[in-house]
C-alpha cells in the first residue's frame, strides 16, 4: 500500500519531481540560480506562457490544439500600442478593446475548425498564419514605441515583492481550476475531450463546447498579451513569436494530454513554471540560445513521447479489462 | 475430390466464452457458385477469415488444390489465388482503375513504369468478362458497383481461383446486380470458384448451385439450391432450440410514451410506429437494415429528412441528443466503447453526465447531491465496483452497459431505446441486463429494443416491428411470433 501509494505520487506528480531535480542540478551549475530574486525572475517569466498555456489547456482538454496564441499575442500588443500612441485612444479602453479582439480571434479559431471539421493542428496553424499578417498590417510592419509608463504596469509592475504578472498568472490559474473541477461546465470540457461522440449521445452539445474552449483559449492569449505589452514596454508585431511552441511544450511536460480529456490546472501551471526554469537556468549556465532550442525542441519530443507512451498503455488496459467474446465477432456475420 | 477446389474438414475454432465454428466441414468445387447463408451470428464470418487467412482455426485441415493446410495466412492465401470481397473496399480512391487492378503488381520489368501496357493490361482484364469501365477513369469517381467490379477485376488479375464475395449486392440496384450476377456466371465459365454470401434468398437460385446453411457455428445443409425451397432455407437458418431463459415480468401497458410518424432520413424509408409505458418493443432486421439508424434518428444523433416524433401525445422538435434527453428519451448506443460510456471517466462522472446542469447551483456541481444519485444508480442497477470513482474502461462489458442505463435512469428517463444491450456481455451479466429491463417496463418506461439474436428479441419483447433494407416490413404481436416469420420478413420476403 506504501509503496504502491508513493509510486502513484510519482506517477502524478512527475513535473514537480522533474523541477526539483533541475533546480538542484542549475544550483550546482551556478550558485545564483538558488536566490530569491532569481525565483521571482523565473516566477514573472512564466507568468506570460502559464497564462497562455492555461488558455490551450481549456482547448487540449477539450480534444483540439490552438497554436494560434502567439500571433494574438503579437496582435494584442501591437493593437494596445497603437491605440495609446496612434489612435488617441486610452489606454485602459485600447487593452479592454484589444482583450475583445484576441476573444474573437480564439472563437473564430474555434469555429473555423469544429464547424469546419478540420484537423485542430492545421486548422490553428492557418489562423496563427493570418493572424501574424494582421499584427504586422496593424503596425506598418513596424515596432511600436512610445507608450504611457503607467500602462506598463501589468507586465512590470509589483505589489510588495510580488511582480503583477505573477498574481494575474495566479489568480486566473486558481480561476480555471475552479471552473475546470467545481462546475458541470469545466466536465463538459473533460467529456467532450475524452469521448466526444459518448458525450454528445449523453445531451452535451460537444460543438459548443469546443468552441468555447477556443475562445476561452483567446481571452486568455489576450490577457497573456497585455503582460507581454508591459513587459516588452512597446508594440511588437514579433511580441508573440515561438510563444505557442513553449505553451506547447509546457502544458504537454504539465501532464494536459494530447489525446484530450486530461489535465490539471497545477500541474499545467508547474510546467510553464519548469520551462522558465530551463531557459533561466541554462542561461546562467552560459549555454547559448541555439543550444537551448535544441533542448526545448527535444524536451517537446520526450514529453509528447511519453505522453503518447501512456496513452497507448491505457487504451490497451482498457482493451484486456473487457473480455473478447465471440457474440461482437459473430454479430457481424 | 479431384473437381473439389477447397476442402474444409472438422475446423473447429473458439474464442473465450463461444465456438465460432463447430467441427465444420465443406467443400468447394472448381467452377461453382456455393451461397453460404445464416443468421446473424451463424459463424459466416468466423468462415471466411478461416478460408481467408485471417485467423487460425484451432483444429481442423483445409486443403486447396489437394494440398493440406493446418492454417492459412494472407500471403499464402494470396499466392493460392483466393481473394475476397468486402463490403468495405480496399481500393486506392484517388488512383486510376488500371493502378488498382494491379496494385501491388509489377507488369513490366525495369524501374519505369509501363502506362500504355498497364492500361492494356487492364482493358484486356475487364473485357475478358464484358464490363465496360474505363482503364483511365479515377476509381473515386464510380459508384459502388463499378467499385466492386473493379475489385473483381483486381482479384481476377491475380489469378484468383476463389473468389469469395461477402453481401455483394446489398449496395447495389435491381439493374447493377444483374451486371454483377452476369459476370458471376462469367467467371464461373472461367472454372473460377466463388462462395457467395447474401441475405437476400431470392439472389441465390439465380446465381448459387449449391448453397450451405449455418447456424450457431455449424454446418446445417449443404444441397442443390434447387432442391431446397425458401422455406426449407429459412427452416434450416432458425432451426435452433431457444435455449436461454427470459425472466418473465408483469405486463401492465399505461399511455402512449412516444409515437413515430413518417420518419425517415439515414436510409431509413418513413416508418411510424408508437410504444405505450410498460411495453418493450423489439426492433428486428438483420445488420444493415436500419434498425440503429431509426433508433439515432429518434434520439436525434442524426439529422432526420422527414417525420414527427410524439412524446406522451405532443409532438416535439428534436434535432439533437440533448432536446432527446430533455423529452425524457435515453439512448443505449450499439457500440459501448465508442459511444456509450467515456471509459476514461470514472462512474460517477458517467452517471450523471446528462444531468449536470440540473445537479449544479450557479453552475457549480452540487458534490452532494452527485454522490447521492451515483450511490443509489450503483446500487439499483447493481454494478460491481470497489468504487464509484472507478474509471468505466476498468469495468467488465456488463458493468459498462449498467453505467450507462444507470445514466439514463438518473436523468429520469420515460423512454429508453437499447441498441444491441447485451453485446459483448457474458451469459451470467446477461440475465441481470434482462432483469432490470424488464424490472423498468414493470416501473413503467417505455422500451425499444434492438438486437441481432434472435433470441433475445423473441424473449424480451412484447411486439416486433421487422425491418429489411430501410423498409418497414411487419408488426409482430408476442403471440404470432416464431423465428420462421421473423427471418422471414428480415430476409425481405413477405410471404413463403
Same mark, same amino acid.
Given at each position: 500500500?506504501?509503496?504502491?501509494?508513493?509510486?502513484?505520487?510519482?506517477?502524478?506528480?512527475?513535473?514537480?519531481?522533474?523541477?526539483? $531535480?533541475?533546480?538542484?542540478?542549475?544550483?550546482?551549475?551556478?550558485?545564483?540560480?538558488?536566490?530569491?530574486?532569481?525565483?521571482?525572475?523565473?516566477?514573472?517569466?512564466?507568468?506570460?506562457?502559464?497564462?497562455?498555456?492555461?488558455?490551450?489547456?481549456?482547448?487540449?482538454?477539450?480534444?483540439?490544439?490552438?497554436?494560434?496564441?502567439?500571433?494574438?499575442?503579437?496582435?494584442?500588443?501591437?493593437?494596445?500600442?497603437?491605440?495609446?500612441?496612434?489612435?488617441?485612444?486610452?489606454?485602459?479602453?485600447?487593452?479592454?478593446?484589444?482583450?475583445?479582439?484576441?476573444?474573437?480571434?480564439?472563437?473564430?479559431?474555434?469555429?473555423?475548425?469544429?464547424?469546419?471539421?478540420?484537423?485542430?493542428?492545421?486548422?490553428?496553424?492557418?489562423?496563427?498564419?493570418?493572424?501574424?499578417?494582421?499584427?504586422?498590417?496593424?503596425?506598418?510592419?513596424? *515596432?511600436?514605441?512610445?507608450?504611457?509608463?503607467?500602462?506598463?504596469?501589468?507586465?512590470?509592475?509589483?505589489?510588495?515583492?510580488?511582480?503583477?504578472?505573477?498574481?494575474?498568472?495566479?489568480?486566473?490559474?486558481?480561476?480555471?481550476?475552479?471552473?475546470?473541477?467545481?462546475?458541470?461546465?469545466?466536465?463538459?470540457?473533460?467529456?467532450?475531450?475524452?469521448?466526444?461522440?459518448?458525450?454528445?449521445?449523453?445531451?452535451?452539445?460537444?460543438?459548443?463546447?469546443?468552441? +468555447?474552449?477556443?475562445?476561452?483559449?483567446?481571452?486568455?492569449?489576450?490577457?497573456?498579451?497585455?503582460?507581454?505589452?508591459?513587459?516588452?514596454?512597446?508594440?511588437?508585431?514579433?511580441?508573440?513569436?515561438?510563444?505557442?511552441?513553449?505553451?506547447?511544450?509546457?502544458?504537454?511536460?504539465?501532464?494536459?494530454?494530447?489525446?484530450?480529456?486530461?489535465?490539471?490546472?497545477?500541474?499545467?501551471?508547474?510546467?510553464?513554471?519548469?520551462?522558465?526554469?530551463?531557459?533561466?537556468?541554462?542561461?546562467?549556465?552560459?549555454?547559448?540560445?541555439?543550444?537551448?532550442?535544441?533542448?526545448?525542441?527535444?524536451?517537446? +519530443?520526450?514529453?509528447?513521447?511519453?505522453?503518447?507512451?501512456?496513452?497507448?498503455?491505457?487504451?490497451?488496459?482498457?482493451?484486456?479489462?473487457?473480455?473478447?467474446?465471440?457474440?461482437?465477432?459473430?454479430?457481424?456475420? | 475430390?479431384?473437381?473439389?477446389?477447397?476442402?474444409?474438414?472438422?475446423?473447429?475454432?473458439?474464442?473465450?466464452?463461444?465456438?465460432?465454428?463447430?467441427?465444420?466441414?465443406?467443400?468447394?468445387?472448381?467452377?461453382?457458385? +456455393?451461397?453460404?447463408?445464416?443468421?446473424?451470428?451463424?459463424?459466416?464470418?468466423?468462415?471466411?477469415?478461416?478460408?481467408?487467412?485471417?485467423?487460425? *482455426?484451432?483444429?481442423?485441415?483445409?486443403?486447396?488444390?489437394?494440398?493440406?493446410?493446418?492454417?492459412?495466412?494472407?500471403?499464402?492465401?494470396?499466392?493460392?489465388?483466393?481473394?475476397?470481397?468486402?463490403?468495405?473496399?480496399?481500393l486506392a480512391?484517388?488512383l486510376t482503375v488500371a493502378e488498382n487492378i494491379f496494385m501491388g503488381q509489377r507488369i513490366n520489368?525495369?524501374?519505369?513504369r509501363d502506362t500504355r501496357l498497364l492500361f492494356e493490361k487492364a482493358q484486356q482484364v475487364l473485357d475478358r468478362f464484358g464490363v465496360d469501365i474505363n482503364p483511365r477513369s479515377l476509381v473515386?469517381?464510380l459508384?459502388?458497383?463499378y467499385k466492386?467490379l473493379v475489385e473483381i477485376a483486381k482479384a481476377i488479375a491475380k489469378?484468383?481461383?476463389?473468389?469469395?464475395?461477402?453481401?455483394?449486392?446489398?449496395?447495389?440496384?435491381?439493374?447493377?446486380?444483374?451486371?454483377?450476377?452476369?459476370?458471376?456466371?462469367?467467371?464461373?465459365?472461367?472454372?473460377?470458384?466463388?462462395?457467395?454470401?447474401?441475405?437476400?434468398?431470392?439472389?441465390?437460385?439465380?446465381?448459387?448451385?449449391?448453397?450451405?446453411?449455418?447456424?450457431?457455428?455449424?454446418?446445417?445443409?449443404?444441397?442443390?439450391?434447387?432442391?431446397?425451397?425458401?422455406?426449407?432455407?429459412?427452416?434450416?437458418?432458425?432451426?435452433?432450440?431457444?435455449?436461454?431463459?427470459? *425472466?418473465?415480468?408483469?405486463?401492465?401497458?399505461?399511455?402512449?410514451?412516444?409515437?413515430?410518424?413518417?420518419?425517415?432520413?439515414?436510409?431509413?424509408? *418513413?416508418?411510424?410506429?408508437?410504444?405505450?409505458?410498460?411495453?418493450?418493443?423489439?426492433?428486428?432486421?438483420?445488420?444493415?437494415?436500419?434498425?440503429?439508424? +431509426?433508433?439515432?434518428?429518434?434520439?436525434?444523433?442524426?439529422?432526420?429528412?422527414?417525420?414527427?416524433?410524439?412524446?406522451?401525445?405532443?409532438?416535439?422538435?428534436?434535432?439533437?441528443?440533448?432536446?432527446?434527453?430533455?423529452?425524457?428519451?435515453?439512448?443505449?448506443?450499439?457500440?459501448?466503447?465508442?459511444?456509450?460510456?467515456?471509459?476514461?471517466?470514472?462512474?460517477?462522472?458517467?452517471?450523471?453526465?446528462?444531468?449536470?446542469?440540473?445537479?449544479?447551483?450557479?453552475?457549480?456541481?452540487?458534490?452532494?447531491?452527485?454522490?447521492?444519485?451515483?450511490?443509489?444508480?450503483?446500487?439499483?442497477?447493481?454494478?460491481?465496483?470497489?468504487?464509484?470513482?472507478?474509471?468505466?474502461?476498468?469495468?467488465?462489458?456488463?458493468?459498462?452497459?449498467?453505467?450507462?442505463?444507470?445514466?439514463?435512469?438518473?436523468?429520469?428517463?420515460?423512454?429508453?431505446?437499447?441498441?444491441?444491450?447485451?453485446?459483448?456481455?457474458?451469459?451470467?451479466?446477461?440475465?441481470?441486463?434482462?432483469? $432490470?429491463?424488464?424490472?423498468?417496463?414493470?416501473?413503467?418506461?417505455?422500451?425499444?429494443?434492438?438486437?441481432?439474436?434472435?433470441?433475445?428479441?423473441?424473449?424480451?419483447?412484447?411486439?416486433?416491428?421487422?425491418?429489411?433494407?430501410?423498409?418497414?416490413?411487419?408488426?409482430?404481436?408476442?403471440?404470432?411470433?416464431?423465428?420462421?416469420?421473423?427471418?422471414?420478413?428480415?430476409?425481405?420476403?413477405?410471404?413463403?
Open positions: 500500500m506504501k509503496k504502491s501509494s508513493v509510486m502513484h505520487f510519482v506517477k502524478e506528480y512527475t513535473v514537480v519531481i522533474v523541477m526539483i $531535480l533541475l533546480g538542484a542540478v542549475f544550483t550546482i551549475g551556478n550558485p545564483a540560480f538558488l536566490t530569491g530574486n532569481n525565483f521571482i525572475t523565473i516566477l514573472r517569466q512564466s507568468s506570460m506562457t502559464g497564462v497562455a498555456g492555461v488558455g490551450v489547456m481549456f482547448v487540449m482538454i477539450a480534444g483540439g490544439i490552438n497554436l494560434a496564441v502567439g500571433s494574438v499575442i503579437s496582435i494584442v500588443t501591437v493593437l494596445v500600442a497603437m491605440c495609446c500612441v496612434n489612435w488617441g485612444i486610452h489606454w485602459a479602453i485600447g487593452m479592454v478593446l484589444s482583450v475583445i479582439a484576441a476573444t474573437v480571434c480564439g472563437w473564430f479559431t474555434g469555429f473555423a475548425i469544429v464547424k469546419g471539421k478540420i484537423a485542430p493542428m492545421i486548422g490553428s496553424l492557418a489562423v496563427k498564419t493570418i493572424l501574424g499578417g494582421v499584427a504586422y498590417i496593424i503596425c506598418g510592419g513596424l *515596432p511600436v514605441y512610445g507608450i504611457p509608463q503607467e500602462s506598463k504596469y501589468l507586465g512590470q509592475g509589483t505589489i510588495g515583492f510580488l511582480p503583477v504578472p505573477v498574481i494575474i498568472f495566479v489568480i486566473i490559474g486558481a480561476i480555471a481550476a475552479f471552473v475546470l473541477n467545481k462546475t458541470y461546465l469545466g466536465r463538459y470540457f473533460y467529456a467532450a475531450g475524452s469521448n466526444d461522440e459518448a458525450a454528445r449521445l449523453s445531451g452535451i452539445n460537444t460543438t459548443r463546447i469546443r468552441i +468555447l474552449a477556443y475562445t476561452i483559449s483567446g481571452l486568455l492569449a489576450g490577457i497573456a498579451g497585455i503582460m507581454m505589452y508591459g513587459r516588452v514596454g512597446s508594440g511588437q508585431p514579433i511580441a508573440g513569436n515561438e510563444v505557442e511552441m513553449n505553451v506547447l511544450t509546457a502544458v504537454v511536460i504539465g501532464g494536459v494530454s494530447m489525446a484530450g480529456g486530461e489535465g490539471k490546472v497545477f500541474k499545467a501551471c508547474c510546467g510553464c513554471v519548469l520551462i522558465s526554469m530551463l531557459t533561466n537556468g541554462l542561461t546562467l549556465m552560459n549555454i547559448s540560445e541555439y543550444t537551448q532550442m535544441v533542448i526545448r525542441g527535444a524536451i517537446f +519530443l520526450g514529453a509528447v513521447l511519453l505522453d503518447s507512451y501512456q496513452h497507448r498503455a491505457k487504451q490497451q488496459k482498457v482493451v484486456h479489462a473487457e473480455p473478447k467474446s465471440g457474440q461482437t465477432e459473430g454479430a457481424k456475420a | 475430390m479431384a473437381d473439389n477446389i477447397l476442402t474444409l474438414k472438422n475446423i473447429t475454432k473458439r474464442y473465450p466464452g463461444v465456438v465460432a465454428l463447430n467441427d465444420v466441414s465443406i467443400e468447394v468445387r472448381r467452377g461453382e457458385v +456455393l451461397a453460404l447463408i445464416g443468421e446473424n451470428g451463424a459463424g459466416k464470418s468466423t468462415m471466411i477469415k478461416t478460408i481467408t487467412g485471417a485467423i487460425r *482455426p484451432d483444429e481442423g485441415t483445409i486443403s486447396f488444390e489437394g494440398k493440406d493446410y493446418s492454417a492459412l495466412d494472407p500471403a499464402l492465401t494470396r499466392d493460392l489465388g483466393i481473394a475476397a470481397i468486402y463490403q468495405e473496399f480496399t480512391p484517388t520489368s525495369g524501374p519505369v473515386r469517381d459508384t459502388v458497383a466492386q489469378n484468383a481461383k476463389l473468389i469469395i464475395m461477402d453481401e455483394p449486392t446489398a449496395p447495389l440496384t435491381d439493374d447493377e446486380v444483374d451486371i454483377l450476377m452476369k459476370i458471376v456466371h462469367e467467371l464461373k465459365a472461367e472454372g473460377i470458384s466463388i462462395i457467395f454470401i447474401s441475405h437476400r434468398l431470392d439472389e441465390l437460385y439465380r446465381v448459387a448451385d449449391r448453397v450451405t446453411v449455418m447456424r450457431d457455428g455449424e454446418v446445417i445443409i449443404t444441397k442443390e439450391v434447387n432442391e431446397l425451397s425458401k422455406a426449407d432455407l429459412i427452416y434450416y437458418m432458425v432451426g435452433r432450440e431457444l435455449k436461454e431463459s427470459f *425472466p418473465s415480468r408483469h405486463i401492465a401497458y399505461g399511455d402512449v410514451a412516444l409515437e413515430v410518424k413518417d420518419l425517415t432520413g439515414s436510409g431509413v424509408a *418513413p416508418v411510424s410506429f408508437s410504444v405505450r409505458r410498460g411495453e418493450i418493443v423489439g426492433l428486428a432486421g438483420l445488420v444493415g437494415a436500419g434498425r440503429t439508424e +431509426l433508433a439515432r434518428l429518434i434520439f436525434g444523433a442524426d439529422p432526420k429528412d422527414g417525420g414527427e416524433i410524439f412524446v406522451d401525445g405532443k409532438k416535439v422538435e428534436i434535432r439533437s441528443p440533448r432536446d432527446a434527453v430533455d423529452h425524457g428519451i435515453g439512448y443505449v448506443s450499439e457500440d459501448r466503447k465508442q459511444s456509450g460510456v467515456l471509459l476514461r471517466m470514472p462512474i460517477s462522472k458517467n452517471i450523471t453526465l446528462p444531468i449536470l446542469k440540473r445537479i449544479s447551483h450557479l453552475g457549480v456541481v452540487d458534490t452532494k447531491k452527485e454522490a447521492e444519485v451515483v450511490t443509489k444508480q450503483i446500487d439499483d442497477m447493481r454494478i460491481r465496483t470497489p468504487s464509484a470513482e472507478q474509471l468505466a474502461g476498468n469495468l467488465s462489458g456488463g458493468n459498462q452497459q449498467k453505467v450507462v442505463l444507470g445514466k439514463w435512469l438518473a436523468s429520469d428517463s420515460k423512454i429508453l431505446i437499447l441498441d444491441e444491450p447485451t453485446r459483448g456481455i457474458d451469459v451470467g451479466a446477461k440475465q441481470e441486463i434482462y432483469k $432490470l429491463i424488464n424490472q423498468l417496463a414493470e416501473e413503467g418506461m417505455a422500451i425499444i429494443v434492438i438486437s441481432s439474436e434472435m433470441e433475445e428479441v423473441l424473449g424480451l419483447t412484447d411486439r416486433m416491428l421487422i425491418l429489411y433494407e430501410g423498409h418497414f416490413m411487419a408488426e409482430l404481436k408476442k403471440e404470432d411470433y416464431s423465428q420462421e416469420r421473423v427471418l422471414q420478413y428480415a430476409s425481405g420476403e413477405q410471404s413463403v
